[in-house]
């Protein structure tokens, strides 16, 4: 019986820590698409999504399927990168390699020290801790376009999940195209959010 109530409480830590990921999900979709009615409605959404999940463990206790679902789940977001400890080496080689991939001028990026968010989270995290990681980057690309292709490859590295601060873009005084000479110089603030599971004595999510 304390194995199934350990298991349990386990699963509960697994879904919050899925619906953490999904709401800092939402919000970099909002940025990204500037659709900020379709972000709430999704985020309204997923609210729901964790009251009936919350709703199904409660009164399952021994649904072994159903715990062994968000248990899955919960080990694919620390393959990921977003549950555990700080995963620096791994950003600084995303941001290389996306430099790489768009050809990116004169790129630098610095990662700040890792703290706790003190923001809001429009979910309860219980005794989880999520922590940020400030990025600031500059460089030089070719196509306006370039920048959502930035963030899209930035957030599907492991190591975490990207949010987005700010990015802004300045036009060059060069105003033909150019194949061989990059026009815009952008400067982007992002974050990678990571969680520090606070685990049930006697369980391993």
Not at 59 to 71: I, R
Request: hydrophobic share 40%; net charge neutral.
């Amino acid at each position: 019986m304390k194995a199934s109530l350990e298991n349990l409480k386990a699963a509960r830590l697994a879904l919050l820590a899925l619906m953490i990921a999904a709401v800092l999900g939402v919000w970099l979709v909002h940025y990204a698409l500037q659709a900020k009615q379709a972000a709430q409605h999704r985020l309204g959404q997923l609210q729901v999504t964790l009251s009936e999940a919350q709703r199904k463990l409660s009164q399952s206790g021994s649904e072994k399927d159903l715990v062994q679902q968000y248990l899955d789940a919960y080990h694919t977001l620390q393959r990921r990168g977003f549950i555990g400890p700080d995963q620096r080496l791994a950003w600084r080689d995303a941001l290389a390699d996306a430099g790489r991939r768009l050809a990116i001028r004169d790129l630098k990026f610095s990662i700040g020290p890792q703290q706790t968010y003190t923001g809001v989270v429009p979910v309860d995290v219980g005794k989880m801790v999520l922590h940020e990681a400030p990025v600031n980057l500059t460089g030089q690309l070719f196509d306006e376009n370039d920048l959502d292709r930035l963030i899209d490859i930035l957030a599907s590295q492991p190591g975490g999940i990207l949010g987005v601060r700010d990015c802004t873009l300045q036009r060059s005084n060069t105003h033909l195209p150019s194949l061989v000479e990059p026009l815009l110089q952008t400067q982007c603030s992002f974050v990678w959010y990571t969680l520090s599971p606070t685990v049930p004595s006697g369980s391993t999510p």
